[in-house]
């Protein structure tokens, strides 16, 4: 089955600094992927998405892309700052109809926490 | 204003005692998904529904169910709950042809806690 794996949080970090959160999974054929953003006492927000390989989503300054040959979707930012403390789930789902369309897998989230 | 609004936000109960936790969405969206939200396991799909009257197992169906008997809502339902099914329960909804390019409208949540 599909399954996705994000690196181990959480991951603290100073304003201004890069961030890299890690993202990889299995799934058959070819997924669509994506972040999505949890914010303290919220549901989730789609932050970016990448529908084929060698895509590159961004949004707010986050950026990944789909890399097909490593099975990733890293999520990246150059200069975190403290709003963009939160959880961060990577996401696939199957493209096209027929049978499973419709379920997503999540990964396990990574906590974000940026000081000023 | 758009919105996917689940009740209640939160509810403390006992083990076995029936309860329901109500999904309702405003965008006329056909797909509708419940997922459950645990430490160290992310988000995980319980059942989700393509339309009325169609609902699929997602990943961990077992002690739930659903129905969708109108387009607007899709209530999960816990027959005998456990203290296992202690969690945050999320409900998301989207156009059918928005799924899989990611486009949900998460609910704000319902912790429930099974005693």
């Known amino acids: 089955g599909n399954s996705v794996t994000q690196m181990e949080g959480p991951v603290t970090l100073s304003e201004e600094a890069f961030l890299t959160i890690n993202c990889t999974y299995t799934a058959t054929g070819y997924p669509s992927l994506f972040w999505y953003v949890q914010y303290p006492g919220e549901g989730l927000q789609l932050l970016l998405k990448a529908t084929k390989a060698d895509d590159k989503g961004s949004n707010k300054g986050f950026e990944a892309t789909y890399r097909k040959e490593t099975t990733s979707f890293h999520l990246e930012k150059g200069s975190v700052q403290v709003s963009d403390s939160a959880v961060y789930f990577c996401?696939?789902?199957?493209?096209?109809?027929?049978?499973?369309?419709?379920?997503?897998?999540f990964g396990q989230g990574t906590i974000l926490t940026v000081h000023p | 204003e758009a919105q996917v609004t689940q009740n209640p936000r939160y509810l403390i109960t006992v083990t076995g005692k029936k309860l329901t936790v109500t999904c309702s969405q405003n965008?006329?969206?056909?797909?509708m998904s419940w997922y459950r939200q645990d430490p160290g396991l992310g988000l995980r799909q319980i059942y989700y529904s393509m339309n009325v009257e169609v609902t699929d197992k997602g990943d961990v169906p077992e002690g739930y169910k659903v129905s969708r008997k109108e387009k607007r809502n899709f209530p999960l339902i816990l027959e005998s709950p456990s203290p296992n099914q202690t969690s945050l329960y999320f409900c998301?909804?989207?156009?059918?042809?928005?799924?899989?390019?990611?486009?949900?409208?998460f609910g704000e949540g319902s912790r429930l806690t099974v005693l």
């Open positions: 998301a909804s989207s156009l059918a042809r928005r799924v899989d390019t990611g486009e949900l409208f």
């Open positions: 996401a696939l789902s199957r493209r096209g109809g027929g049978t499973s369309y419709g379920k997503l897998t």
């Open positions: 965008m006329n969206h056909e797909y």
